[in-house]
Protein backbone atom coordinates (compact mmCIF):
# COMPACT_ATOMS: atom_id res chain seq x y z
CA UNK A 1 0.00 0.00 0.00
CA UNK A 2 1.74 3.33 -0.94
CA UNK A 3 1.74 6.04 1.55
CA UNK A 4 1.71 8.46 -1.26
CA UNK A 5 -2.33 10.48 -1.50
CA UNK A 6 -3.65 10.03 -4.86
CA UNK A 7 -4.45 14.17 -5.24
CA UNK A 8 -7.85 15.03 -7.22
CA UNK A 9 -7.25 18.54 -8.56
CA UNK A 10 -10.99 20.66 -8.84
CA UNK A 11 -13.35 20.22 -5.97
CA UNK A 12 -16.27 20.18 -8.03
CA UNK A 13 -18.90 17.88 -9.67
CA UNK A 14 -15.76 15.96 -11.83
CA UNK A 15 -13.16 16.07 -8.76
CA UNK A 16 -15.81 14.92 -6.21
CA UNK A 17 -17.24 11.57 -8.02
CA UNK A 18 -13.54 11.01 -9.19
CA UNK A 19 -13.09 11.31 -5.11
CA UNK A 20 -16.02 8.76 -4.27
CA UNK A 21 -15.39 6.28 -7.32
CA UNK A 22 -11.58 6.14 -5.85
CA UNK A 23 -13.31 5.35 -2.01
CA UNK A 24 -15.93 3.03 -3.43
CA UNK A 25 -13.15 0.98 -5.34
CA UNK A 26 -10.64 0.36 -2.44
CA UNK A 27 -8.50 3.24 -2.29
CA UNK A 28 -7.90 3.31 1.31
CA UNK A 29 -4.52 5.37 1.19
CA UNK A 30 -4.89 8.86 1.10
CA UNK A 31 -6.33 10.86 -0.76
CA UNK A 32 -6.40 14.88 -1.45
CA UNK A 33 -9.06 16.98 -2.48
CA UNK A 34 -7.82 20.21 -4.00
CA UNK A 35 -10.24 23.56 -4.73
CA UNK A 36 -9.10 26.77 -5.55
CA UNK A 37 -12.30 28.13 -4.28
CA UNK A 38 -13.42 28.02 -0.47
CA UNK A 39 -16.73 26.62 -1.04
CA UNK A 40 -16.89 22.74 -0.51
CA UNK A 41 -17.83 21.34 -3.95
CA UNK A 42 -21.08 22.35 -5.01
CA UNK A 43 -23.30 22.44 -8.27
CA UNK A 44 -22.40 24.07 -10.98
CA UNK A 45 -25.82 24.25 -13.55
CA UNK A 46 -28.13 25.86 -11.36
CA UNK A 47 -25.95 28.96 -11.29
CA UNK A 48 -27.90 30.08 -14.14
CA UNK A 49 -31.28 28.99 -13.33
CA UNK A 50 -32.56 28.11 -9.23
CA UNK A 51 -29.62 30.35 -8.06
CA UNK A 52 -30.33 33.17 -10.73
CA UNK A 53 -33.72 33.08 -10.03
CA UNK A 54 -33.33 33.51 -6.28
CA UNK A 55 -35.68 29.93 -5.88
CA UNK A 56 -32.65 28.58 -4.31
CA UNK A 57 -30.00 29.32 -1.72
CA UNK A 58 -26.20 28.26 -1.74
CA UNK A 59 -26.91 25.99 0.70
CA UNK A 60 -29.01 24.09 -1.92
CA UNK A 61 -25.93 23.64 -4.26
CA UNK A 62 -23.53 21.88 -2.13
CA UNK A 63 -22.92 18.33 -4.29
CA UNK A 64 -22.32 16.62 -0.34
CA UNK A 65 -23.11 17.99 3.26
CA UNK A 66 -19.79 17.86 6.03
CA UNK A 67 -21.19 15.36 7.02
CA UNK A 68 -21.69 13.11 3.63
CA UNK A 69 -17.85 13.82 2.78
CA UNK A 70 -16.67 12.46 6.52
CA UNK A 71 -16.81 9.01 5.83
CA UNK A 72 -14.51 9.36 2.42
CA UNK A 73 -11.67 10.78 4.77
CA UNK A 74 -10.42 13.34 2.64
CA UNK A 75 -7.77 15.72 2.97
CA UNK A 76 -9.34 18.25 1.45
CA UNK A 77 -7.87 21.64 1.14
CA UNK A 78 -10.34 23.87 -0.11
CA UNK A 79 -9.06 27.76 -1.24
CA UNK A 80 -6.10 26.36 -2.63
CA UNK A 81 -4.28 26.52 -6.61
CA UNK A 82 -2.29 23.77 -7.91
CA UNK A 83 0.48 25.41 -9.86
CA UNK A 84 2.47 22.64 -11.25
CA UNK A 85 2.35 18.87 -12.07
CA UNK A 86 5.66 17.05 -12.98
CA UNK A 87 4.22 13.75 -14.85
CA UNK A 88 7.52 11.70 -14.40
CA UNK A 89 7.48 12.02 -10.87
CA UNK A 90 3.37 12.85 -9.86
CA UNK A 91 4.34 15.73 -7.99
CA UNK A 92 2.11 18.64 -7.60
CA UNK A 93 2.57 21.96 -6.68
CA UNK A 94 0.46 24.04 -4.32
CA UNK A 95 -0.38 27.23 -3.70
CA UNK A 96 -1.88 28.89 -0.70
CA UNK A 97 -4.80 27.84 1.38
CA UNK A 98 -5.19 25.37 4.28
CA UNK A 99 -3.99 22.40 5.17
CA UNK A 100 -0.83 23.14 2.85
CA UNK A 101 1.86 20.42 4.63
CA UNK A 102 4.33 22.43 6.86
CA UNK A 103 7.61 22.14 6.08
CA UNK A 104 8.65 18.50 7.03
CA UNK A 105 11.89 16.70 6.82
CA UNK A 106 13.14 16.56 3.42
CA UNK A 107 9.80 18.11 2.03
CA UNK A 108 9.60 21.39 0.02
CA UNK A 109 6.66 23.02 1.49
CA UNK A 110 3.67 23.05 -0.95
CA UNK A 111 4.83 19.74 -2.85
CA UNK A 112 2.77 16.95 -2.89
CA UNK A 113 4.30 13.65 -4.32
CA UNK A 114 1.36 11.70 -5.44
CA UNK A 115 0.87 8.04 -6.13
CA UNK A 116 -1.53 9.26 -8.94
CA UNK A 117 -3.43 12.31 -9.88
CA UNK A 118 -6.65 13.35 -11.63
CA UNK A 119 -6.73 16.64 -13.15
CA UNK A 120 -10.18 18.00 -13.02
CA UNK A 121 -10.00 21.65 -13.09
CA UNK A 122 -12.60 22.40 -15.17
CA UNK A 123 -12.77 25.52 -17.44
CA UNK A 124 -13.05 29.47 -16.61
CA UNK A 125 -14.93 32.05 -17.80
CA UNK A 126 -13.97 33.83 -21.16
CA UNK A 127 -13.80 37.97 -20.41
CA UNK A 128 -13.18 40.86 -23.10
CA UNK A 129 -11.14 43.45 -23.00
CA UNK A 130 -12.15 46.54 -20.85
CA UNK A 131 -14.61 44.56 -18.95
CA UNK A 132 -11.92 44.05 -15.99
CA UNK A 133 -12.77 46.64 -12.87
CA UNK A 134 -16.04 47.99 -14.79
CA UNK A 135 -18.75 47.06 -12.21
CA UNK A 136 -21.69 46.06 -13.56
CA UNK A 137 -20.23 43.51 -15.93
CA UNK A 138 -20.18 39.74 -15.02
CA UNK A 139 -19.16 36.74 -16.23
CA UNK A 140 -21.35 33.30 -14.76
CA UNK A 141 -18.82 30.20 -13.71
CA UNK A 142 -18.85 30.26 -9.97
CA UNK A 143 -21.01 30.86 -7.00
CA UNK A 144 -19.59 34.20 -6.35
CA UNK A 145 -20.17 35.26 -9.38
CA UNK A 146 -24.22 33.65 -9.96
CA UNK A 147 -24.41 35.97 -6.48
CA UNK A 148 -22.58 39.32 -7.66
CA UNK A 149 -25.03 38.65 -10.90
CA UNK A 150 -28.20 38.00 -8.62
CA UNK A 151 -27.05 40.89 -6.70
CA UNK A 152 -26.93 43.36 -9.69
CA UNK A 153 -30.69 42.28 -10.75
CA UNK A 154 -32.27 42.97 -7.15
CA UNK A 155 -33.03 46.18 -8.21
CA UNK A 156 -36.67 45.50 -10.78
CA UNK A 157 -36.47 46.19 -14.39
CA UNK A 158 -32.72 46.33 -14.77
CA UNK A 159 -31.45 46.61 -18.52
CA UNK A 160 -29.53 43.52 -18.83
CA UNK A 161 -27.35 43.07 -21.93
CA UNK A 162 -26.22 39.66 -22.21
CA UNK A 163 -22.89 39.28 -24.51
CA UNK A 164 -23.25 35.43 -25.60
CA UNK A 165 -25.92 33.58 -26.87
CA UNK A 166 -24.98 29.95 -26.00
CA UNK A 167 -26.76 28.00 -23.82
CA UNK A 168 -25.38 29.71 -20.45
CA UNK A 169 -26.75 33.03 -22.74
CA UNK A 170 -30.16 31.74 -23.33
CA UNK A 171 -30.76 30.47 -19.84
CA UNK A 172 -29.50 33.57 -17.88
CA UNK A 173 -32.29 35.47 -20.46
CA UNK A 174 -35.06 33.14 -19.93
CA UNK A 175 -34.30 33.30 -15.63
CA UNK A 176 -34.05 37.74 -16.10
CA UNK A 177 -36.81 37.96 -18.38
CA UNK A 178 -38.83 35.60 -15.62
CA UNK A 179 -37.74 38.15 -12.96
CA UNK A 180 -39.40 41.06 -14.87
CA UNK A 181 -35.92 42.71 -16.19
CA UNK A 182 -35.52 44.33 -19.72
CA UNK A 183 -33.35 41.56 -21.56
CA UNK A 184 -31.24 42.09 -24.64
CA UNK A 185 -29.19 38.68 -26.53
CA UNK A 186 -26.33 39.49 -27.97
CA UNK A 187 -24.89 36.78 -30.23
CA UNK A 188 -22.26 36.75 -33.13
CA UNK A 189 -24.43 34.47 -34.85
CA UNK A 190 -28.11 35.43 -35.74
CA UNK A 191 -29.37 31.86 -34.37
CA UNK A 192 -29.34 31.24 -30.13
CA UNK A 193 -27.47 28.09 -29.69
CA UNK A 194 -26.95 27.14 -33.13
CA UNK A 195 -23.49 25.64 -32.42
CA UNK A 196 -24.78 23.40 -29.94
CA UNK A 197 -28.35 22.54 -31.54
CA UNK A 198 -27.90 23.71 -34.84
CA UNK A 199 -30.21 26.39 -36.49
CA UNK A 200 -33.61 25.05 -36.69
CA UNK A 201 -33.64 24.49 -33.35
CA UNK A 202 -32.00 27.17 -32.79
CA UNK A 203 -34.84 29.18 -34.19
CA UNK A 204 -37.51 27.54 -32.62
CA UNK A 205 -35.56 28.70 -28.92
CA UNK A 206 -35.19 32.24 -30.81
CA UNK A 207 -39.13 32.10 -31.17
CA UNK A 208 -39.52 31.14 -27.59
CA UNK A 209 -37.48 34.07 -26.24
CA UNK A 210 -39.00 36.41 -28.68
CA UNK A 211 -42.80 35.82 -27.26
CA UNK A 212 -41.09 36.10 -24.04
CA UNK A 213 -40.24 39.47 -24.59
CA UNK A 214 -36.00 38.86 -25.21
CA UNK A 215 -34.45 41.44 -27.63
CA UNK A 216 -31.86 39.52 -29.86
CA UNK A 217 -29.52 41.50 -31.48
CA UNK A 218 -26.70 40.27 -33.96
CA UNK A 219 -23.50 41.39 -33.76
CA UNK A 220 -19.77 41.68 -32.21
CA UNK A 221 -18.92 43.73 -29.46
CA UNK A 222 -16.44 46.43 -29.92
CA UNK A 223 -16.20 47.64 -26.31
CA UNK A 224 -18.16 49.08 -23.37
CA UNK A 225 -19.41 52.48 -22.21
CA UNK A 226 -19.29 53.83 -18.71
CA UNK A 227 -22.66 55.13 -16.99
CA UNK A 228 -23.28 58.76 -17.19
CA UNK A 229 -24.64 58.89 -13.69
CA UNK A 230 -20.96 59.96 -11.83
CA UNK A 231 -20.64 56.64 -10.84
CA UNK A 232 -17.00 55.68 -11.82
CA UNK A 233 -16.18 52.81 -13.94
CA UNK A 234 -19.87 51.48 -13.86
CA UNK A 235 -20.72 50.20 -16.93
CA UNK A 236 -23.17 52.01 -18.86
CA UNK A 237 -23.78 49.80 -22.26
CA UNK A 238 -22.54 47.51 -24.85
CA UNK A 239 -21.10 48.97 -28.19
CA UNK A 240 -21.34 46.77 -31.07
CA UNK A 241 -18.63 46.93 -34.16
CA UNK A 242 -21.39 48.53 -36.23
CA UNK A 243 -21.29 51.63 -34.18
CA UNK A 244 -24.70 50.78 -32.05
CA UNK A 245 -25.12 51.06 -28.33
CA UNK A 246 -26.78 49.13 -26.32
CA UNK A 247 -27.52 50.66 -23.34
CA UNK A 248 -27.45 48.88 -19.83
CA UNK A 249 -27.23 48.75 -16.27
CA UNK A 250 -26.19 45.04 -15.94
CA UNK A 251 -24.01 43.12 -18.24
CA UNK A 252 -23.36 39.43 -18.49
CA UNK A 253 -20.58 38.16 -20.42
CA UNK A 254 -21.33 34.42 -21.66
CA UNK A 255 -19.23 33.81 -23.95
CA UNK A 256 -17.46 30.43 -23.33
CA UNK A 257 -15.05 29.15 -21.50
CA UNK A 258 -11.24 28.43 -21.21
CA UNK A 259 -10.05 24.89 -20.29
CA UNK A 260 -8.34 25.66 -16.83
CA UNK A 261 -4.87 24.22 -18.05
CA UNK A 262 -2.47 27.07 -17.40
CA UNK A 263 -1.18 25.45 -14.62
CA UNK A 264 0.49 22.29 -16.26
CA UNK A 265 3.24 23.69 -17.55
CA UNK A 266 4.65 20.25 -18.52
CA UNK A 267 5.94 19.58 -22.17
CA UNK A 268 5.26 15.94 -21.39
CA UNK A 269 1.35 17.06 -21.35
CA UNK A 270 -0.60 18.01 -24.19
CA UNK A 271 -2.51 21.06 -23.06
CA UNK A 272 -4.65 22.58 -26.42
CA UNK A 273 -7.84 22.77 -25.61
CA UNK A 274 -8.32 21.12 -22.70
CA UNK A 275 -5.60 18.05 -21.23
CA UNK A 276 -4.97 15.81 -23.82
CA UNK A 277 -6.10 12.05 -22.99
CA UNK A 278 -5.94 8.73 -24.39
CA UNK A 279 -9.52 6.60 -24.31
CA UNK A 280 -8.35 6.14 -20.70
CA UNK A 281 -8.48 9.25 -19.61
CA UNK A 282 -5.02 9.20 -19.18
CA UNK A 283 -2.87 11.93 -20.21
CA UNK A 284 0.49 10.33 -18.67
CA UNK A 285 1.22 7.16 -16.90
CA UNK A 286 -0.11 7.93 -13.23
CA UNK A 287 -2.05 10.87 -14.56
CA UNK A 288 -5.99 11.16 -15.41
CA UNK A 289 -8.21 14.12 -16.50
CA UNK A 290 -11.72 14.36 -16.08
CA UNK A 291 -14.72 16.65 -17.03
CA UNK A 292 -14.92 19.57 -18.95
CA UNK A 293 -10.82 20.12 -19.20
CA UNK A 294 -10.16 16.94 -20.37
CA UNK A 295 -9.84 15.79 -24.26
CA UNK A 296 -10.03 12.35 -24.43
CA UNK A 297 -10.38 9.57 -27.59
CA UNK A 298 -13.72 8.44 -27.45
CA UNK A 299 -13.84 4.95 -28.54
CA UNK A 300 -17.01 5.16 -30.29
CA UNK A 301 -16.82 8.90 -32.29
CA UNK A 302 -13.21 8.23 -33.08
CA UNK A 303 -12.03 11.45 -32.30
CA UNK A 304 -10.58 13.95 -29.63
CA UNK A 305 -13.69 15.18 -27.86
CA UNK A 306 -14.48 17.54 -24.38
CA UNK A 307 -17.83 18.33 -23.25
CA UNK A 308 -18.76 20.71 -20.52
CA UNK A 309 -21.59 18.81 -19.86
CA UNK A 310 -22.60 17.97 -16.19
CA UNK A 311 -22.96 14.20 -16.59
CA UNK A 312 -20.23 13.94 -18.00
CA UNK A 313 -18.40 15.47 -15.20
CA UNK A 314 -19.53 13.08 -12.72
CA UNK A 315 -19.38 9.69 -15.26
CA UNK A 316 -15.48 10.98 -16.51
CA UNK A 317 -14.58 11.54 -13.33
CA UNK A 318 -16.19 7.39 -12.06
CA UNK A 319 -14.14 5.96 -15.01
CA UNK A 320 -10.88 7.86 -14.43
CA UNK A 321 -10.45 6.96 -10.63
CA UNK A 322 -11.66 3.31 -11.67
CA UNK A 323 -8.47 3.48 -14.62
CA UNK A 324 -6.19 4.84 -12.12
CA UNK A 325 -6.78 2.34 -9.40
CA UNK A 326 -6.27 -0.16 -11.84
CA UNK A 327 -3.00 1.07 -13.64
CA UNK A 328 -1.71 1.38 -9.86
CA UNK A 329 -2.55 -1.89 -8.84
CA UNK A 330 -0.80 -3.76 -12.19
CA UNK A 331 2.22 -1.33 -11.11
CA UNK A 332 1.71 -3.00 -7.84
CA UNK A 333 1.01 -0.03 -5.83
CA UNK A 334 -2.11 -0.33 -4.83
CA UNK A 335 -4.02 -3.97 -3.32
CA UNK A 336 -6.36 -4.50 -6.05
CA UNK A 337 -9.30 -5.32 -3.39
CA UNK A 338 -12.74 -4.14 -5.35
CA UNK A 339 -10.33 -2.52 -8.12
CA UNK A 340 -12.06 -3.46 -12.13
CA UNK A 341 -9.36 -5.95 -12.80
CA UNK A 342 -8.14 -3.56 -15.64
CA UNK A 343 -8.95 -0.03 -17.27
CA UNK A 344 -11.39 0.47 -19.59
CA UNK A 345 -11.59 2.85 -22.60
CA UNK A 346 -14.44 5.37 -21.27
CA UNK A 347 -17.37 5.37 -24.03
CA UNK A 348 -20.10 7.41 -22.60
CA UNK A 349 -23.15 8.27 -24.73
CA UNK A 350 -23.03 12.19 -24.06
CA UNK A 351 -25.88 13.68 -22.12
CA UNK A 352 -26.78 17.61 -21.49
CA UNK A 353 -29.77 19.42 -20.86
CA UNK A 354 -30.93 22.84 -20.86
CA UNK A 355 -33.72 24.42 -18.62
CA UNK A 356 -35.31 27.59 -20.48
CA UNK A 357 -38.35 29.23 -19.43
CA UNK A 358 -40.78 26.06 -19.23
CA UNK A 359 -39.14 24.63 -21.79
CA UNK A 360 -36.90 21.24 -21.42
CA UNK A 361 -34.37 20.19 -23.82
CA UNK A 362 -32.44 17.57 -23.69
CA UNK A 363 -29.63 15.81 -25.84
CA UNK A 364 -28.00 12.33 -26.31
CA UNK A 365 -24.99 11.56 -28.62
CA UNK A 366 -22.67 14.20 -30.52
CA UNK A 367 -25.12 17.13 -31.19
CA UNK A 368 -22.64 20.13 -31.88
CA UNK A 369 -20.55 20.03 -35.39
CA UNK A 370 -22.52 17.67 -36.91
CA UNK A 371 -22.65 18.46 -40.80
CA UNK A 372 -26.73 17.07 -41.24
CA UNK A 373 -29.78 17.55 -39.20
CA UNK A 374 -33.32 16.52 -39.77
CA UNK A 375 -35.74 19.01 -37.32
CA UNK A 376 -39.17 17.15 -36.80
CA UNK A 377 -41.85 19.55 -35.30
CA UNK A 378 -44.45 17.94 -33.45
CA UNK A 379 -45.96 21.28 -31.97
CA UNK A 380 -44.91 24.54 -33.16
CA UNK A 381 -46.99 26.59 -29.76
CA UNK A 382 -45.30 24.22 -27.27
CA UNK A 383 -42.36 23.78 -29.32
CA UNK A 384 -42.08 19.97 -29.11
CA UNK A 385 -39.36 18.59 -31.38
CA UNK A 386 -37.08 16.08 -32.39
CA UNK A 387 -34.01 16.58 -34.44
CA UNK A 388 -31.42 14.21 -35.58
CA UNK A 389 -27.80 15.32 -36.29
CA UNK A 390 -25.47 13.28 -38.52
CA UNK A 391 -22.05 13.03 -39.91
CA UNK A 392 -21.59 11.61 -42.85
CA UNK A 393 -23.87 8.29 -43.25
CA UNK A 394 -24.16 7.88 -39.36
CA UNK A 395 -26.59 9.33 -37.20
CA UNK A 396 -24.74 10.69 -33.97
CA UNK A 397 -27.16 13.31 -31.91
CA UNK A 398 -30.26 13.31 -31.18
CA UNK A 399 -32.30 16.61 -29.50
CA UNK A 400 -35.90 16.44 -27.90
CA UNK A 401 -38.03 19.67 -26.62
CA UNK A 402 -41.06 18.42 -24.72
CA UNK A 403 -41.12 14.92 -25.37
CA UNK A 404 -42.15 12.39 -22.64
CA UNK A 405 -39.20 10.59 -20.64
CA UNK A 406 -39.93 7.25 -21.62
CA UNK A 407 -39.62 8.00 -25.45
CA UNK A 408 -36.91 10.28 -24.47
CA UNK A 409 -34.95 6.87 -23.70
CA UNK A 410 -36.07 5.16 -26.74
CA UNK A 411 -34.15 8.26 -28.22
CA UNK A 412 -31.40 7.83 -26.91
CA UNK A 413 -31.04 3.85 -27.30
CA UNK A 414 -30.71 5.43 -31.48
CA UNK A 415 -27.58 7.35 -30.78
CA UNK A 416 -25.88 5.14 -28.07
CA UNK A 417 -23.89 4.14 -30.85
CA UNK A 418 -23.73 5.70 -34.56
CA UNK A 419 -25.87 4.07 -36.80
CA UNK A 420 -26.77 4.27 -40.65
CA UNK A 421 -28.61 7.87 -40.81
CA UNK A 422 -31.90 6.07 -42.45
CA UNK A 423 -32.67 3.40 -39.73
CA UNK A 424 -31.94 6.12 -37.43
CA UNK A 425 -34.64 8.48 -38.86
CA UNK A 426 -37.32 5.18 -39.17
CA UNK A 427 -36.11 4.42 -35.32
CA UNK A 428 -36.57 8.50 -34.20
CA UNK A 429 -40.26 8.12 -36.14
CA UNK A 430 -41.06 5.13 -34.42
CA UNK A 431 -40.27 6.36 -31.02
CA UNK A 432 -42.11 9.81 -31.05
CA UNK A 433 -45.25 8.39 -33.16
CA UNK A 434 -47.48 8.74 -30.11
CA UNK A 435 -46.42 12.47 -29.76
CA UNK B 1 -30.24 0.00 2.14
CA UNK B 2 -32.53 2.88 2.49
CA UNK B 3 -32.47 5.63 -0.32
CA UNK B 4 -34.39 8.77 0.26
CA UNK B 5 -34.75 11.24 -2.70
CA UNK B 6 -34.37 15.14 -2.98
CA UNK B 7 -36.66 14.94 -6.06
CA UNK B 8 -36.82 18.58 -6.08
CA UNK B 9 -33.26 19.12 -6.85
CA UNK B 10 -34.29 16.32 -10.15
CA UNK B 11 -33.39 17.60 -13.96
CA UNK B 12 -35.42 14.58 -15.68
CA UNK B 13 -32.09 12.83 -16.87
CA UNK B 14 -33.36 9.35 -16.09
CA UNK B 15 -29.57 8.01 -16.25
CA UNK B 16 -31.02 6.09 -12.41
CA UNK B 17 -33.79 4.55 -14.31
CA UNK B 18 -31.10 3.75 -16.66
CA UNK B 19 -29.07 1.91 -14.34
CA UNK B 20 -31.14 0.57 -11.66
CA UNK B 21 -34.81 0.41 -13.24
CA UNK B 22 -36.45 -1.92 -10.93
CA UNK B 23 -35.46 0.90 -8.09
CA UNK B 24 -36.04 4.25 -10.34
CA UNK B 25 -38.83 5.33 -12.34
CA UNK B 26 -39.82 8.61 -13.88
CA UNK B 27 -43.24 11.00 -13.68
CA UNK B 28 -44.79 10.73 -17.05
CA UNK B 29 -45.34 14.58 -17.11
CA UNK B 30 -42.47 15.94 -16.61
CA UNK B 31 -39.41 13.08 -16.29
CA UNK B 32 -39.07 13.88 -12.17
CA UNK B 33 -37.47 10.48 -10.48
CA UNK B 34 -39.51 8.29 -8.46
CA UNK B 35 -38.56 6.11 -6.40
CA UNK B 36 -40.43 2.23 -6.62
CA UNK B 37 -38.36 0.94 -3.70
CA UNK B 38 -37.15 2.79 -1.40
CA UNK B 39 -35.04 -0.42 1.06
CA UNK B 40 -34.20 -2.29 -2.54
CA UNK B 41 -32.51 -5.80 -1.51
CA UNK B 42 -28.93 -6.81 -1.78
CA UNK B 43 -28.72 -7.68 -5.45
CA UNK B 44 -29.73 -3.73 -6.27
CA UNK B 45 -27.50 -2.12 -3.65
CA UNK B 46 -24.38 -1.82 -6.51
CA UNK B 47 -26.61 -0.48 -9.53
CA UNK B 48 -28.11 1.77 -6.73
CA UNK B 49 -25.03 3.49 -5.87
CA UNK B 50 -23.65 3.97 -9.13
CA UNK B 51 -27.05 5.71 -9.97
CA UNK B 52 -26.45 7.41 -6.89
CA UNK B 53 -23.09 8.96 -7.71
CA UNK B 54 -24.09 9.14 -11.42
CA UNK B 55 -26.56 11.54 -10.65
CA UNK B 56 -26.17 14.82 -12.48
CA UNK B 57 -28.16 16.59 -9.75
CA UNK B 58 -27.41 14.85 -6.75
CA UNK B 59 -30.56 13.71 -6.12
CA UNK B 60 -30.65 10.40 -4.56
CA UNK B 61 -29.29 9.73 -1.08
CA UNK B 62 -28.23 6.57 -0.09
CA UNK B 63 -28.23 5.47 3.91
CA UNK B 64 -26.57 2.13 4.53
New interface residues.
Given amino acids: MSARPIAVVGASAAGLAAAEALRRSGWHGPLTLIGDEDQLPYDRPPLSKQLLHGTWEPDRLLLRTRDQLDPLGLDLRLGTRATGLDAATRTLTLDGGVGVPPLEQGRERGRLECAGVIVATGVAARTLPGADGLAGVHTLRTLDDALALRAGLADPARRLVIVGNGVLGCEAAAVARELGHDVTLVGRDPVPMAGAVGTEVGELLAEEHRARGVRLVTGAVDGFTVAEDGAPARVGGVRLADGSLLPADVVLLAIGSTPAVDWLADPALDTSDGLRCDAYCAAAPGIYAAGDVARWDHPVHGRPVRFEHRMNATEQGMAAARNLLAELAAEGAHDPGDTPPERRPFAPVPYFWSDQYALKIQAYGLTAGADRVETTLLDRDERRTVALYGRGDSAVGVLAAGIPPRQIRALRAVVATPVPWDEARERVAAATAAS | MKITLDAD?C?????C??IAPEVFD??????VVVLLDAEPAADQHAAV?EAA??????VI?VHE
Avoid: F, M, S, T
Avoid at chain 2, 26 to 31: F, K, S
Fill in positions: KCAAGQVLQRDEDGRAICPAAE
